[in-house]
C-alpha cells in the first residue's frame, strides 16, 4: 500500500479532515484541490497541489475526501478511483465506536461524534463533530450528519441526505434520499425522498428549488 495520503478539499472542511488524519497517526503530503488558485499555497502548514496533476502522479496514493457538498464528495470519489487511488477512512480518536459500528471506504468521523452498536455507515458519508449515532441507524452514501445532531435507535438516513445542526430525528423515522433536515428541527414523522424538512415538529418545506 502506498505511503502517500492527501486531502481531496483544501477549504475549510478539508482542515478538519486533515486534523482527524493527523490526529489518528497519518502523515501526510499535503491537500490536492482544483482551484488552481491554490497551487503551492500552504493550509496548516501543508503544500496544496493541483488534483489532476497530483492524481496522475501518484496512482497508487491514499485520499481522504475533504469536501461537504455530498454530490461534489460523491463525483470527487469517482475520480480518485479513476485515478487507481484509494479513499480514505478517517476516524478521531475521540470519537466513541462501537465494535459492531460497520463504516464503509471514505467515512470521516469527527471528535466527539458518538456510532453506537450495529449501526451502518455508508460510503462518503461524514458524522461531524458531536453527532450521535443510535444503535441500528443507518446512515446512507455520502449523507452528512452535521455537528450536534442526533438519530435515535434504527432511524435511517438516506443516500446525499444533509442533516443540519443540532437537529433530533426520533428513533425508527425514515429520512428520505436527497433530502435536507434544518437546523435544530425534530423529525416525528418520516421525510419522502428529495424533501426539505425544518422546524419543531418538522414539517416539509417542498423540494429545494421550491423552499423560500
Known amino acids: 500500500m502506498s505511503d502517500h495520503f492527501v486531502v481531496y478539499g483544501a477549504g475549510g472542511h478539508g482542515k478538519v479532515v486533515a486534523e482527524v488524519l493527523i490526529a489518528s497517526g497519518r502523515k501526510l503530503d499535503g491537500f490536492i484541490d482544483d482551484n488552481p488558485v491554490l497551487d503551492n499555497t500552504l493550509v496548516l502548514g501543508l503544500p496544496v497541489f493541483i488534483a489532476g496533476?497530483?492524481?496522475?502522479?501518484?496512482r497508487d496514493a491514499n485520499v481522504a475526501l475533504g469536501i461537504g457538498n455530498n454530490s461534489a464528495r460523491q463525483s470527487t470519489a469517482s475520480r480518485v478511483r479513476q485515478h487507481g487511488c484509494k479513499l480514505v477512512t478517517g476516524i478521531h480518536p475521540a470519537a466513541t465506536?462501537?465494535?459492531?459500528a460497520k463504516i464503509a471506504e471514505g467515512v470521516l468521523v469527527m471528535p466527539a461524534a458518538v456510532l453506537n452498536p450495529d449501526c451502518s455507515i455508508e460510503e462518503g458519508a461524514i458524522i461531524n463533530t458531536g453527532a450521535i449515532v443510535e444503535h441500528d441507524v443507518h446512515i446512507g452514501r455520502y449523507a452528512h450528519l452535521s455537528p450536534?445532531?442526533?438519530?435515535?435507535?434504527?432511524?435511517?438516513i438516506g443516500d446525499y441526505s444533509h442533516i443540519g445542526m443540532g437537529a433530533n430525528i426520533l428513533?425508527?423515522?425514515r429520512i428520505g434520499k436527497n433530502c435536507v433536515i434544518g437546523a435544530g428541527a425534530v423529525v416525528i414523522d418520516d421525510v419522502a425522498d428529495g424533501q426539505v424538512a425544518c422546524g419543531v415538529p418538522a414539517r416539509s418545506?417542498?423540494?429545494p428549488g421550491n423552499v423560500i
Open 171 to 173: 428513533p425508527l423515522k
Open 97 to 100: 465506536v462501537a465494535g459492531s
Open 205 to 207: 418545506q417542498g423540494k
Open 148 to 156: 450536534n445532531c442526533a438519530t435515535g435507535g434504527g432511524a435511517q
Open 53 to 58: 496533476d497530483w492524481l496522475s502522479s501518484h
